[in-house]
């Protein structure tokens, strides 16, 4: 199984900054590729951005140029860097990372969440 505890999220201003970290542990493998999500009330949940084990990067338009993910092999964690947050970003942010189940399959792990607010 594996664990992944969130934190950094809260209530922010329009135009501020926020950083989220996610700490993977149990059988989590620094190979594995690593995510945020986010789930606005009455909507899908829909991809902010993904980094692979080698540092590759995406990003969902909507953040592109404000966030910044990255990860922390060593510590098994991965960063969410946002800046200039507007109140559209208002969800609950989800950590995730995909894991390889047999040779054909996989396996993906959320984190229970941390809700962030940017008011106006």
């Known amino acids: 199984q594996v664990q992944l505890v969130e934190s950094g999220g809260g209530l922010v201003q329009a135009g501020g900054s926020l950083r989220l970290s996610c700490a993977a542990s149990g059988t989590f493998s620094s190979n594995n590729p690593m995510g945020w999500y986010r789930q606005a009330p009455g909507k899908q949940r829909d991809l902010v951005a993904t980094?692979?084990?080698?540092?590759?990067?995406n990003y969902a338009d909507s953040v592109k140029g404000r966030f910044t993910i990255s990860r922390d092999n060593a510590k098994n964690t991965v960063y969410l860097q946002m800046n200039s947050l507007k109140p559209e970003d208002t969800a609950v942010y989800y950590c995730n990372t995909r894991a390889s189940v047999g040779p054909y399959g996989s396996m993906d792990y959320w984190g229970k969440g941390t809700l962030v607010t940017v008011s106006s």
């Open positions: 980094i692979t084990s080698g540092g590759i990067t």
